[in-house]
């Protein structure tokens, strides 16, 4: 238990449906990311926020989109996806502002996404 | 252009002995380096960190190892435990100022055996 948390665990869409992601996170960090993981691809970042402001969108396509209404949940609104954005969808948060370099990121549990 | 790379997929240990996992990156902006194990449907856990500014640290039966120089860091398990088999991450930092950006390497699938 890392105080990330994932929900749903898996979800199954068709290309026409639209769904949410959810994450909270229960460690009193100011910064929260979205990562995606591909089948034999490294963990690639999605978005970043910091006091619920996004401070990084690594071109990502607008059928993905963040919301973090404040610092302790963020999602990840989905829209007319295609089924090559089946993948694990990972949660982070992290100190932010006062680690300076040494930011360590903790992660949930993940979503398995499969979009049909 | 992959900046932190893990060129071992897997690797094979026998329990009691030393894992070494290696990890190279390339962009020298990077100045916090961390590893993190993934057990199959979790997310990654923070296992151990290393400051560019330190060569070595330890915690446990966990050594990270640092050469700035090189651009290389291993992870050193010992004595592996059976539950060590995992895949471990090594992830570089660079800090933006209110948050920081990982790069992951693609892993490296540990098995310990009995």
């Known amino acids: 238990e890392t105080g990330v948390t994932q929900t749903p665990r898996h979800l199954v869409m068709g290309m026409t449906n639209k769904k949410s992601l959810k994450c909270e996170q229960h460690l009193g960090h100011n910064a929260m990311y979205w990562y995606k993981q591909s089948a034999k691809k490294p963990l690639e970042l999605m978005f970043v926020y910091s006091l619920e402001e996004r401070v990084e969108n690594n071109s990502v396509p607008s059928r993905f989109s963040p919301e973090c209404p404040n610092s302790s949940h963020l999602f990840l609104h989905l829209h007319t996806l295609q089924p090559e954005d089946s993948a694990l969808y990972l949660c982070?948060?992290?100190?932010?502002?006062?680690?300076?370099?040494?930011?360590?990121?903790?992660f949930g549990p993940g979503t398995r996404l499969t979009v049909l | 252009d992959q900046q932190v790379k893990q060129n071992s997929p897997s690797l094979s240990v026998q329990e009691g002995r030393i894992s070494i996992l290696n990890c190279d990156y390339t962009n020298s902006m990077f100045d916090y380096f961390l590893w993190y194990k993934k057990y199959p449907a979790e997310g990654p856990t923070f296992l151990i960190s290393?400051?560019?500014?330190?060569d070595k640290n330890e915690d446990g039966r966990f050594t990270v190892f640092l050469n700035k120089s090189a651009k290389h860091l291993s992870l050193h398990i010992v004595p592996s435990q059976p539950g060590d088999s995992a895949v471990y991450f090594c992830a570089a930092s660079a800090y933006t100022g209110t948050a920081s950006k990982l790069t992951f390497g693609t892993g490296t699938r540990l098995q310990v055996t009995l």
């Open positions: 982070a948060s992290s100190r932010g502002l006062d680690s300076a370099s040494t930011d360590t990121q903790y």
């Open positions: 290393i400051s560019s500014i330190k």
